[in-house]
């Protein structure tokens, strides 16, 4: 594995607003890694950095160990599936396929092999005399993928490339869009809000906010350690608590939370906050276990206020003491035992699911 | 629909008929005309004196057309793709000449062209020219005149269509490697094609059968079709003749007007 793409301290300012705030990272070889952030986060602004339609205001950009920072668009090795897929409208599909590599002066034959190549690998034999206004979405978004990857770019950029389609077709080609990305091992960088995708398919995720990578790693590694809370609500959903550092020890980390719940957390880690710190905790809603008795350790009661079916689970609101309402996902199967509203559970949970997040 | 048809028929079709009428009629010694069925107006269409005037017809207006496409498209298309506000700017300047009419810009000009005009005087100042030269009653005037009279007509409706052009298709061309020259020759053209198409007949049409530019800048040194029917209708008192004209050139634009507004395969369903 190498580094194929550096960014080194990339900043954009567009007048006084910073869109991208002094960004560095790398992406390897054949890795993809996934931008995740709302909207107005920087990582659209990123991503036309990397493909050449905005210059940093400072830093620098390296796709396969050659500063490309001053490099026109049209010269970067860099393809990109649009948003809004921006299939040419008076070329067939198969003009569409063809266009990068009739712009790079491919010959006659080699650009027939190659589209047909790429016509077959998206599964879109027979359409290629089509326009884009007689393809479904689906279809579209195969052309915009096949158009980016028949020139064989160092690297392929996708732009919130599934957002506009239904829910069922997006995890279809969420499954498909990996699998071609890894049988041509091409390194790519998506971009999305949608923290499902960025699960579904990252190497990596780099969740953004306010212009800065905040926190980058695998998606088990952001899901279960997030750094921030910020990153704990966006991928994923949080129970965020308020807490202070009572003591720690090799056996666990004694905290009291704003309520005055006394918890217990993993043992503290080297760096990890002394004791009298204020903390914020975050659990996740299924890692609560809902019970009828309380436990010796880690259990908070409440009243069930709200629930939602959600076919597979149930998603549950209990209100605790000083009315502290607390998520929880429970398998659907238990529905019959609990959740009726106005019961009164307790909310158990292991030292290992409170995660201690950076203030 | 029936207070379009009500406007079709008065202001299209009725019109039309009494011009294809009249060009069936005779006239008399006089110049009246008489009601009597002939082809002797369609004969002379096709004299070679006339045929001689309408090829330069043709030729000016074809010229006229190409200089407007060739000065307008790149102005309309960067008036388009400017930001809102400035473009709603640039766009009140190309439509400020409409506020005066249009015959006394043509009056404006012959004071810009004649021998001590202001074109004289600032090529002089510059040492381009040596001496005077008298552009005035030139086909070189009436070119100019035509061109200067027919630009807006051409950029409008390219603007129009550019302004509607998918921003995000010329990224893609580019992503793709083309160049910002093959960005506009096989995205941006092709896409602003139907404003192409309007603003040539737009240009074309009237330019054919304009009368006015051509007296006044060309001195009637050079008449074109439109100064022949105008003359037929005026001074000449033969209306049938200059009906069969007008009728003869109604069909030539119709025809033309066909072929430029064939819907691409595109955009068929």
């Known amino acids: 594995m190498s580094a194929e793409i550096e960014l080194k301290g990339v900043s954009k300012r567009f007048g006084t607003v910073t869109a991208v705030d002094d960004v560095s990272l790398t992406v390897e070889s054949g890795e993809l890694l996934t931008l995740l952030g709302p909207s107005g986060c920087g990582k659209t602004t990123l991503l036309r950095l990397l493909s050449g339609f905005e210059s940093p205001s400072s830093g620098s950009i390296l796709v396969g160990g050659v500063d490309v920072t001053a490099v026109q668009p049209n010269k970067r090795d860099i393809n990109q599936v649009f948003q809004s897929y921006a299939l040419f409208p008076h070329l067939t599909v198969w003009d569409n396929i063809a266009f990068g590599l009739r712009m790079r002066g491919d010959a006659a034959p080699e650009i027939e092999t190659k589209v047909k190549a790429a016509v077959a690998l998206v599964s879109l034999e027979g359409m290629e005399g089509r326009y884009a206004h007689q393809l479904s979405g689906g279809q579209r978004q195969r052309v915009a993928l096949a158009r980016a990857i028949v020139p064989e770019p160092r690297v392929l950029l996708l732009d919130e490339p599934l957002s506009a389609l239904d829910a069922k077709l997006r995890r279809e080609m969420q499954v498909e869009l990996k699998r071609l990305q890894r049988k041509l091992g091409l390194t790519t960088i998506l971009v999305t809000h949608d923290q499902e995708e960025a699960l579904a398919m990252s190497d990596r995720i780099a969740v953004m906010h306010a212009g800065r990578v905040e926190q980058l790693g695998s998606g088990v590694e952001v899901y279960n350690g997030p750094r921030t809370a910020f990153v704990a609500q966006f991928l994923g959903e949080s129970n965020l608590l308020k807490a202070t550092v009572m003591a720690t020890s090799g056996a666990g980390t004694s905290l009291r939370t704003a309520e005055g719940w006394l918890l217990v957390g993993s043992p503290a880690a080297e760096n990890g906050p002394p004791e009298g710190a204020e903390v914020t905790i975050s659990i996740r809603p299924e890692r609560l276990k809902l019970s009828r008795e309380p436990r010796h350790t880690n259990s908070i009661m409440g009243k069930v206020i709200e629930r939602t079916f959600l076919g597979a689970s149930a998603r549950l609101v209990l209100e605790g003491d000083h009315g502290r309402r607390l998520t929880v996902v429970a398998p659907e199967e238990s529905k019959d035992q609990c959740c009726a509203l106005g019961e009164e559970w307790f909310c158990c949970f292991e030292p290992a699911d409170v995660v201690l997040l950076k203030h | ?269």
Request: net charge positive; charged share 10%.
């Open chain 2, 1 to 269: 629909m029936a207070p379009m048809l009500v406007w079709l028929v008065l202001f299209a079709v009725l019109p039309l008929g009494i011009l294809g009428i009249y060009s069936f009629c005779q006239r008399d010694d006089i110049g009246r005309v008489v009601f009597a069925f002939s082809w002797e107006s369609y004969g002379r269409v096709f004299d070679p004196r006339y045929l001689h005037i309408l090829v330069r017809s043709l030729g000016y207006a074809s010229l006229t057309t190409l200089l407007c496409l060739v000065l307008g498209y790149p102005a309309a298309y960067y008036i388009a793709r400017r930001p809102e506000r400035l473009r709603q700017r640039l766009l009140l300047l190309v439509m400020v000449p409409f506020w005066t009419s249009f015959l006394i810009r043509t009056y404006a000009w012959i004071q810009i062209l004649k021998g001590h005009g202001l074109f004289n005087t600032v090529l002089q100042s510059l040492h381009i020219l040596a001496a005077p030269v008298d552009w005035l009653y030139t086909p070189t005037a009436v070119m100019i005149g035509l061109v200067y009279s027919f630009l807006p007509f051409m950029m409008l409706p390219i603007f129009a269509s550019a302004e509607k052009l998918d921003g995000d298709l010329l990224e893609a061309a580019r992503d793709l490697g083309a160049g910002p020259v093959r960005v506009f020759s096989s995205v941006a053209i092709p896409l602003t094609r139907s404003g192409i198409a309007a603003g040539i007949i737009l240009v074309f049409v009237p330019a054919i059968g304009m009368f006015a530019v051509t007296d006044l800048l060309g001195g009637a040194q050079v008449p074109l079709i439109g100064n022949v029917i105008q003359n037929q209708f005026l001074q000449a008192r033969n209306w049938p003749f200059g009906a069969a004209l007008g009728v003869v050139f109604t069909l030539l634009f119709a025809i033309s007007y066909g072929l430029l507004q064939r819907t691409p395969k595109w955009e068929r369903t």
